[in-house]
């Protein structure tokens, strides 16, 4: 009696244990770089056998610090990813927000600069016969500021098999977050490009009523563009172009231009970050007036230049008094 | 007074200009002479008449470290450099930046890596690597006997810093000098490179 009542007791203990430890597993294991914070997330608390859940590596940035894009423009190099799945688990391809341009002196990459989370789909079989599983990978990146360092990680995270759905986790918002960054093809865009000698432009018409002020197309192919080069943008009659530099050791002009195209002064429900996949006619398009450095320039010269002017004026009249004398 | 604003407003306001100086294949390479570790100034047209590797490096960048961690940069130096093949490596960080460095300390590190470039370049001011477009560390360019320039971009076709993807990857300095050295025409003469942005 005595035993067996010991032993029942000994189940509801385990099962508390095994809560505790699952609860610290949903959370997602987190490593650490030097630079950055990296964490596995999920989406949700749990499995379902047939239907798919994401996962995402999670990355902080330290002030300055960046990674990159899946093209990662003049230099650096995008995350790669070893999988360690349960039997019969099928991992997709990472989903890659929109990038940041991030120049770096004479050279432009296309990156993240602040925080990013990359998620993968995860497939899992029809039929799961464990309780738990665990989605485990290598993540391998580059991390720079003025300097890089080669990042590393072995994340994983465990989450309890249910046959009901699984209810959204305490990460949910993140992966809401990255999915409204992640570029789409509205309805009621038309796009088409040209390339020749001089220019490489993307021309393209919103829905009415979308009105852009202007944009950056991020390339992601290599040698089709000179990524540090400024890129033109122009308005015409309800359409808009926008003008690239081809890239100087380009060997032919693209057939295809493919990559994202960001759009400034835009709602992002109204479609600003807009997949590319066009064919590239061949023809001589002329470059469009290069749109203002603004977004090349640092945050601190409005400021600057304001004291700047006020600084300019001051001097003027005190050289006027001074030529008075 | 009006004149004096609109000058100034004018300076602040003027855009920056761009540099967009490239090395373009199959054009003559842009001449350029240059300090070596050892203090001695090497111009590019003493080299007329061979062949001549390029190789942008930082020591510092963990691309870099793959190919001579592994000993793969080293073992294509002595290689080529037996073959009559020039190489001169070239180091564009300017001072303050990563992998920048003296004369002295330059040599230490070729010898510490038993490197064996033709030539060890300084351009703590960048003007070589902007004449020449050189992007990242490794960047490599290829120069033919006449000074024409075969091969602008990577060392190979594995984008990373593992030293086990070196094991497998298509070279392109190699198939680049061997095509040009055998008198053909080199099939892949324009990559992108991959590596640390320069430090200029």
């Known amino acids: 009696m005595a035993s067996k009542l010991r032993q029942s007791a000994v189940w509801p203990v385990a099962a508390g244990v095994l809560l505790t430890w699952a609860t610290a597993c949903l959370a997602g294991a987190t490593g650490r770089s030097e630079n950055i914070d990296v964490a596995l997330l999920s ?70 600069g602040h925080e990013v989370l ?18 485990a990978g290598a993540f391998d990146w580059l991390e720079c500021k003025e300097a890089c360092l080669a990042g590393s990680a072995q994340l994983d995270v465990t989450l309890p098999v249910r ?49 852009p002020n202007g944009g950056t197309f991020f390339v992601d192919e290599p040698l089709v563009v000179e990524y ?6 122009k308005r015409s009659s309800g359409w808009y172009r926008l003008t690239l530099v081809p890239a100087a050791n380009a060997a032919n002009p693209p057939r295809r231009l493919t990559g994202v195209l960001v759009l400034d002064g835009l709602d992002r429900r109204k479609g600003s970050t807009i997949v590319v996949n066009v064919e590239a006619l061949s023809g001589d398009p002329t470059p469009a007036p290069a749109q203002s450095p603004r977004r090349n320039w640092p945050r601190v010269p409005l400021y600057a230049t304001l004291v700047a002017l006020i600084g300019i004026v001051v001097v003027a009249a005190l050289m006027r008094r001074a030529a008075r004398r | 007074m009006l004149r004096f604003a609109a000058i100034a407003c004018f300076l602040l306001f003027a855009p920056t200009a761009q540099a967009s100086a490239a090395a373009i294949v199959g054009k003559p390479a842009p001449a350029f002479d240059a300090i070596d570790a050892s203090g001695e100034l090497i111009r590019l047209d ?17 691309f870099v470290g793959k190919h001579y961690g592994s000993g793969n940069m080293q073992e294509l130096q002595k290689r080529y450099t037996e073959k009559g093949v020039v190489w001169l490596s070239i180091c564009s960080s300017a001072p303050g930046k990563q992998g920048h460095v003296t004369g002295e300390e330059a040599k230490e590190l070729v010898t510490e890596r038993e490197a064996v470039p033709t030539r060890f370049l300084l351009d703590p001011e960048g003007i070589l690597g902007k004449k020449y477009g050189a992007k990242t560390t490794p960047h490599i360019f ?52 991959y590596g640390c942005s320069v430090k200029y």
């Open chain 1, 43 to 112: 989406e949700r608390v749990s499995v379902q056998p047939g239907q798919p859940f994401r996962v995402g590596l999670h990355m902080k940035m330290k002030r300055g610090w960046h990674t990159y894009w899946k093209h990662p423009g003049d230099a650096g190099l995008p995350l790669r990813i070893d999988w360690t799945l349960p039997p019969g688990f099928k991992a997709g391809a990472i989903e890659w927000p929109a990038p940041e341009p991030i120049p770096t002196g004479e050279l432009m990459s296309y990156g993240y």
């Open chain 1, 118 to 135: 990359l998620a993968v789909t995860i497939t899992p079989p029809a039929r799961v016969t464990a309780d738990l599983v665990t989605i």
């Open chain 1, 163 to 211: 046959s009901e759905p699984p209810r959204p986790g305490p990460s949910a918002p993140l992966f809401d977050r990255a999915r409204a960054r992640l570029p789409r093809s509205p309805e009621g865009w038309s796009l088409a490009a040209t390339a020749g000698p001089r220019a490489i432009e993307l021309r393209f018409r919103p829905p009415s009523g979308v009105r």
């Open chain 1, 228 to 233: 540090a080069a400024p890129q033109g943008f």
């Open chain 2, 46 to 62: 003493a080299f007329k008449g061979k062949y001549v590797v390029l190789e942008w490096v930082n020591f510092e960048c963990p």
């Open chain 2, 142 to 193: 290829v120069i033919n006997p006449k000074g024409v320039l075969v091969y602008n971009g990577a060392i190979d076709d594995r984008p990373s810093t593992k030293r086990a993807d070196i094991k497998g990857a298509k070279n392109y300095l190699t198939a680049a000098l061997e095509s040009t050295m055998a008198g053909k025409k080199v099939e892949i003469a324009a990559t992108q490179p």
